[in-house]
């Protein structure tokens, strides 16, 4: 319990955070972090780099850059969307407990209605939740690999990007009403990159 406070610690000692604060810099693989099969990959580590500060009463708050490189997968195509992960956290953690049974309940309720709120139980903060939802936060809801992604054949499921005439519009009269295929043909616009 008397260990000093690790900046590179996933799972924070808060009873260890001294009263003037303490640095955050936690820098770890995708292993490390123990998230569940999730909707993306993560290409090398992931890096959290900030400040752990005390709050007034019970509470912390965490001022902290979050960056890394996630591999999302297109929603049409599956093919590899990267996302690159630069964003700046500004958090506030309460003691759990404190919630409901402490004098003041009601305005901790009320401080806890703000998103940027979350809880710790035991006097330990487990920065992987926090890296998990931040992630989540960042990202898009419907990835693409290009705003002009032309998906995959229903029938056949050929990459329309790379093959677009996989020969299936012939065969079935499912003809591409979009246009874009032969537009991209006649242009000579450029394939997908990736
Ligand atoms: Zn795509
Ligand atoms: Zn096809």
Redesign the pocket.
């Given at each position: 319990m008397s260990a000093p406070h690790d900046p590179s610690a996933l799972s924070v000692n808060l009873a260890a955070v001294p009263s003037n604060g303490a640095r955050v810099a936690v820098s770890a693989a995708r292993e490390a972090f123990g998230f569940p099969d999730a909707e993306f990959e993560i290409a090398g580590d992931l890096r959290l780099h900030g400040r752990l500060d005390r709050l007034e009463r019970d509470g912390f708050r965490l001022r902290a850059g979050l960056r890394g490189e996630l591999r999302l997968e297109c929603v049409r195509c599956l093919g590899p969307v990267p996302l690159r992960v630069d964003e700046e956290l500004d958090l506030v953690y309460l003691p759990r407990v404190a919630e409901s049974t402490a004098p003041g309940g009601g305005e901790r309720a009320l401080e806890a209605s703000d998103m940027n709120v979350s809880f710790y139980d035991e006097d330990r903060l487990e920065l992987a939740e926090t890296v998990w939802e931040q992630l989540h936060l960042a990202l898009p809801v419907k990835p693409l690999c290009s705003a002009d992604c032309l998906g995959l054949?229903?029938?056949?499921?050929?990459d329309r990007n790379r093959?677009p005439r996989?020969?299936?519009?012939d065969n079935t009269g499912r003809a591409d009403r979009s246009g874009l295929g032969a537009l991209r043909d006649l242009t000579g616009f450029p394939q997908t990159p990736g």
């Open positions: 054949c229903g029938s056949c499921g050929a093959h996989c020969g299936c519009d």
